[in-house]
Structures are given as C-alpha cells and as structure tokens.
C-alpha cells in the first residue's frame, strides 16, 4: 500500500505566497487554523473543509498573543512532523508552520477590540486572550485568501468572535463550525488533554457528564434553571465520589446565547462548561434548546 503524499510544508509569508499564486483561478482554498498537536478533532475539520473547497491550508502556529503571561505557550505540545502524518491522512495540501518572528516581526502597532462578547466567560477568566486570537486569524485569512475557514464548536465562543469579526469588517470569507469530536467515554478532544494524569483524566470526565444531564434536563422541557441545576449536581457530586488525589477547581458553568453570550432562558442556547482539573484548564459545551 502506498503512503499518502505529505502535504507541502511552507514556513515564510512569501513561500505561502508563491504556492497559492501558483495554483489554477479555478482552485478554492479552505483553511483550518490549528496550534499542532493535531487529533481527530483537528483532522474532522480538515475533512469539512475538504467538502467546501478544492485546495486545503492548514496553518500550525502556537500564536503566543493568545497566552497570557504564566498561561502554558512554552508547555503547549509542539510535534509538527507526527502533525504532517496525520494531514496526509486527510489529504490537507499545504501546512503554514510560521515561526513567532516570521508572524511578528515587530511588536503590533495596530490590535483589533474583540468587544463586548469577549468580557464575558473565557474574556473574563482570559482577558487578552480572544483580542490575540482575533489578531491572529485576522492575520492569518488575509495571507491565505480563502473561501471558507472552519473552526470548532468546541471553543463556541472564539468561533462567535471570529463570525463577528468577519461580519463587521466585511472579510470575504465563510466561517463554517465543525461539530465537537469526544473520545469513547465522553471528553471532549483536546491538544491539552495530554497534559492529564490517569487520575485527572478520570475526573475531567466531570464535565461531558454534567453538559449531558443539563442536555438531558433540556430536552425533558426543563427550564434554564434546572438545566444547571442538573449540570451543577452532576459535576459536584461526580467530582467528589472520584476516589483520587486529582482536584477539579470549576470555572463556570453557563446557558447562554449562542452569539452574544450573555444567558438565556428561551430559545437556542450554549451549554458552557470550564473547569480547571489538576493544572489543565478544558472547556466544553452542548446546543441545547431551551422551552
């Protein structure tokens, strides 16, 4: 059997440059934004994207404006040649793997203000953190051109940033949303799940447990309240029966909209879950519908 051909590797803004002037007027280019440390997670989106356009960039770049001072950048797992494997799997084209310097060639003179959804949630524990994503995926769509970008749902709250952003600064792009990949028993998939002991990886299962009884309370006709009431029992007393020198420290756990992020009591909403267990900060959520 034949090996899949790895996609090309470019590392500078004027390699990335020369290959998609290269390609046919015809060709349609998707993008997938990734920090590495690929998973089925990561390669679902490549396999979206695949289904919107001919031609698939995927960029692999730990954007260190994201990270705030003590956060994990220098931790954050980088294994770009297992990452390669893995795209020629799914068939991505072309893997941007710029350096911090060859993004950041000096200090920014100009930032972009995520506003008033990113103070709430992820913003209020990470200030700076969507202001840097924001900076980079603006960055990154300019360099790349594409038709269509697909990001996660299961940071659901970088992807309403990333629509605004789009919208309000009339980029011809689509973002289009992937459906959350979990592992067999539930947790979501995560780059930083890697960072979990065996202990704390049983206990982060605390958090797929608790959006699915609020899901499960949602889809009963329950309102808001006892659909966190439901997520809130299921977190605090499944953490406290796990037998194990692992601690969860919750962040939040919220229902809000799936745009604004401000809470709901009516209508689509996001089920939002974060939790600190041991020293890895995850994150999860469900759509739900909220009678």
Same mark, same amino acid.
């Given at each position: 059997?034949?090996?899949?051909?790895?996609?090309?590797?470019? !590392?500078?803004?004027?390699?990335?440059?020369? !290959?998609?002037?290269?390609?046919?007027?015809?060709? +349609?280019?998707?993008?997938?934004?990734?920090?590495?440390?690929?998973?089925?997670?990561?390669?679902?989106?490549?396999?979206?994207?695949?289904?919107?356009?001919?031609?698939?960039?995927?960029?692999?770049?730990?954007?260190?404006?994201?990270?705030?001072?003590?956060?994990?950048?220098?931790?954050?797992?980088?294994?770009?040649?297992?990452?390669?494997?893995?795209?020629?799997?799914?068939?991505?084209?072309?893997?941007?793997?710029?350096?911090?310097?060859?993004?950041?060639?000096?200090?920014?003179?100009?930032?972009?203000?995520?506003?008033?959804?990113?103070?709430?949630?992820?913003?209020? +524990?990470?200030?700076?953190?969507?202001?840097?994503?924001?900076?980079?995926?603006?960055?990154?769509?300019?360099?790349?051109?594409?038709?269509?970008?697909?990001?996660?749902?299961?940071?659901?709250?970088?992807?309403?940033?990333?629509?605004?952003?789009?919208?309000?600064?009339?980029?011809?792009?689509?973002?289009?949303?992937?459906?959350?990949?979990?592992?067999?028993?539930?947790?979501?998939?995560?780059?930083?799940?890697?960072?979990?002991?065996?202990?704390?990886?049983?206990?982060?299962?605390?958090?797929?447990?608790?959006?699915?009884?609020?899901?499960?309370?949602?889809?009963?006709?329950?309102?808001?309240?006892?659909?966190?009431?439901?997520?809130?029992?299921?977190?605090?007393?499944?953490?406290?029966?796990?037998?194990?020198?692992?601690?969860?420290?919750?962040?939040?756990?919220?229902?809000?909209?799936?745009?604004?992020?401000?809470?709901?009591?009516?209508?689509?909403?996001?089920?939002?879950?974060?939790?600190?267990?041991?020293?890895?900060?995850?994150?999860?959520?469900?759509?739900?519908?909220?009678?």
């Amino acid at each position: 059997m034949t090996q899949p051909q790895r996609p090309q590797l470019v !590392t500078t803004r004027a390699a990335l440059k020369e !290959t998609l002037q290269s390609l046919s007027p015809r060709s +349609t280019v998707g993008l997938v934004m990734t920090m590495g440390a690929l998973h089925a997670g990561h390669l679902s989106l490549v396999e979206t994207a695949r289904e919107k356009a001919d031609y698939i960039v995927v960029s692999i770049f730990v954007n260190p404006t994201q990270f705030a001072p003590g956060e994990d950048f220098d931790a954050y797992p980088r294994q770009l040649e297992r990452d390669l494997e893995l795209l020629a799997e799914v068939g991505a084209d072309l893997v941007f793997a710029p350096t911090p310097a060859e993004i950041y060639p000096h200090p920014a003179r100009v930032t972009l203000d995520p506003g008033p959804t990113a103070k709430v949630l992820e913003g209020a +524990t990470r200030p700076s953190h969507f202001g840097g994503v924001l900076q980079i995926v603006h960055k990154v769509i300019n360099l790349v051109h594409p038709k269509v970008a697909v990001f996660g749902q299961k940071d659901a709250q970088q992807l309403a940033l990333i629509r605004q952003m789009v919208e309000d600064l009339d980029m011809p792009v689509e973002i289009v949303a992937a459906p959350i990949v979990r592992e067999a028993d539930g947790l979501a998939m995560s780059s930083r799940n890697a960072y979990l002991s065996e202990a704390e990886r049983k206990l982060a299962l605390c958090l797929s447990a608790a959006l699915q009884a609020g899901a499960q309370a949602a889809e009963a006709g329950e309102g808001a309240g006892a659909i966190l009431k439901a997520a809130e029992t299921v977190i605090f007393e499944a953490s406290a029966a796990v037998d194990s020198p692992a601690t969860l420290k919750l962040d939040y756990i919220a229902l809000v909209d799936g745009v604004t992020f401000q809470p709901v009591t009516q209508g689509p909403a996001v089920l939002a879950i974060a939790a600190k267990v041991g020293n890895t900060r995850l994150i999860d959520n469900y759509l739900v519908e909220v009678k």
